[in-house]
C-alpha cells in the first residue's frame, strides 16, 4: 500500500494504522482497529514495526491466520523494513467491552431477527418426517445463497439429528467471546449446531426446556452480523423445537420439504399446518427425491411416486388459506448425496446436474425476494402543516 513516506524515511503511525484498518477479524468480519484489537504500534528509525494485537480468547482458532494478514498488511506499507507481530489476550473488562459493541447497545438474551427492524428474512425448513432429505436442502440452499453474494447463516436445530456440520463441511469450533459466542464458516455460510458442543458422535439426551434453552442461545447468543437469510434446519414433526421457534423468531417463513410419496406428503401436510397454529407464513413446498433418471434413456422412474410436494401444496393452501406454491422438485443424483458425506454441497461441486441446478433455482426465489421495510415502524412522525 502506497504511502506519502519520503523515500528512505520511516512510514508513520498513521499510514500504519491505516494498513491494520484492512485486516478483518476472520470471525467478526470487522476490521481489528474498529474492535479495539490493536494493542500498539512501534515504528523504529530503520522502518522496522512492531504491533500488538489483543485476540479475543486465548485459545483464539485463528490466531495464525491474524498474524498473517496483519504481517502482509503491515508489510504492504511504504517504508517498513520488517514486521513482528506479537499476541496478547483481552481482559473480562475487554471483553465485555466488545461484546456490548457487537450488541449495538441492545440486552444480552435478545434475538435479533426477531426485532421489528429486522431485515434478515428467515426460513424455517421443515418436514413430518425424516429421510426426506430436509437436511441436504437446507445445507444446499445456503451454499447456493452464500455462492450468489448472500450473507447467510445456518441454525442446526435438529438438536438430537444434527448433521449439517458435516453436510457443509464446518470442521470449525465456536469461539466464545463472554456470552457471545462466534460461529465458524464454511463454504461462505456462517453456522452453528449443538455437535460442535458435544464430544464425538454423543448422542444429546435432552427433555424439551434444554432444547429450547439451546435454540434461545443459538438465536441470541451467537454473534451472527447483519444476515440476509437465516435457515434454521429443523427436527422432524411438530414437536418442541418448531414451538420455540414460533415463540422466539415469529417472523420465521416456513419451508416444508417432502417426498412425492403420498405417506410423507400426508404427514409433510401436517408438518406445515402448524402454521396456522403459530400464525406463520408458509413460504412454499419442496419435493425432493422427485424421480431417477434412466440411465439408458431420457425418461424419469418415479421411485417413489409422483404428486406429492403438489398434493401438500394444495392441502397447505386450503388449510392456511394462503396460495402455498411448489417452489421446485429436485431428482433423486448420487452426487447430492455424496456432496453431504465430504462436506461440499452439490450446488458447488457440481452446479449444472439435474439435483444442483434445481436446488441453485429454489435458492435464487427465496434468495431473491427482497428485503422489504413493510410492517416496519420507520420512526417518523407526521407533524401537522397547520
Known sequence: MATDTPAGSAPGEDAIRAALATVNDPEIHRPITELGMVKSVEIAADGAVAVAVYLTVSGCPMRETITTNVRNAVAGVEGVT??????????????KELAAALRGGQAEREVPFARPGSL?????VASG??????????VNLAAAMAADGLKVGVVDADIYGHSVPRMLGADGKPTQVENMIMPPSANGVKVI????????????????PMLHRALQQFLADVYWGDLDVLLLDLPPGTG?????VAQLVPNAEILVVTTPQQAAAEVAERAG??????????????????????PHCDEMVD????????KVADGLTRTTGATVPVLGSIPIDVRLREGGDDGRPV???DPDSPAGSALRAIAGKLGGRQRGLSGMSLGITPRNKF
Open 347 to 349: 450446488v458447488l461441486s
Open 82 to 95: 520488517g514486521v513482528t507481530v506479537e499476541l496478547d489476550v483481552m481482559s473480562d473488562e475487554q471483553r
Open 120 to 124: 434478515t428474512r428467515v426460513y424455517a
Open 240 to 244: 418442541d423445537i418448531a414451538i420455540s
Open 193 to 208: 449446531s449443538i455437535g460442535m458442543f458435544t464430544p464425538g458422535n454423543a448422542p444429546v439426551v435432552w427433555r424439551g
Open 273 to 294: 399446518s402448524i402454521a396456522v397454529q403459530t400464525h406463520q407464513k408458509i413460504v412454499g413446498v419442496v419435493e425432493n427425491m422427485a424421480g431417477l433418471p434412466c
Open 303 to 310: 421411485v417413489f411416486g409422483s404428486g406429492g410436494g403438489q
Open 129 to 138: 418426517k425424516g429421510g426426506v432429505g430436509k437436511s441436504s436442502v437446507t
